[in-house]
């Protein structure tokens, strides 16, 4: 089993800057991808970013290409979401995943563990 807690979400004005941690306790994760999805109020939970257990390879979401970095360290079991250039459209309950699997993938339904979320607002 693998745990995932979310942390660094908040308010912040369009243009702004947030950074989400995702921490992972319990069976490691460093080998599987881990993925960021997102939850508006009404709309369907849609995807992110992802990254490789060896942190090399990444891939974005056409909405936040340029502006969102993903990135982990797997000696703190950590994965971040770096979210520059915020925009009141970003708003959403942030959610971290992660996957047995070493490929990265787009689809929520090949995740196998979630963390509880982490809100992030954007004022305009």
């Known amino acids: 089993q693998v745990q995932l807690v979310e942390s660094g979400g908040g308010l912040v004005q369009a243009g702004g800057s947030l950074r989400l941690s995702c921490v992972a306790s319990?069976?490691?994760?460093?080998?599987?991808?881990v993925g960021w999805f997102r939850q508006a109020p009404g709309k369907e939970r849609e995807f992110v970013a992802t990254?490789?257990?060896?942190?090399?390879?990444?891939y974005y979401a056409d909405s936040v290409k340029g502006r969102f970095t993903i990135s982990r360290d797997n000696a703190k079991n950590t994965v971040y979401l770096q979210m520059n250039s915020l925009k009141p459209e970003d708003t959403a309950k942030y959610y971290c995943?992660?996957?047995?699997?070493?490929?990265?993938?787009?689809?929520?339904?090949?995740?196998?563990?979630w963390g509880q979320g982490t809100q992030v607002t954007v004022s305009s």
């Open positions: 319990g069976r490691t994760f460093s080998s599987g991808a």
């Open positions: 990254i490789r257990g060896s942190g090399g390879r990444t």
């Open positions: 995943a992660a996957r047995m699997g070493v490929l990265l993938s787009t689809n929520k339904n090949e995740y196998d563990y």
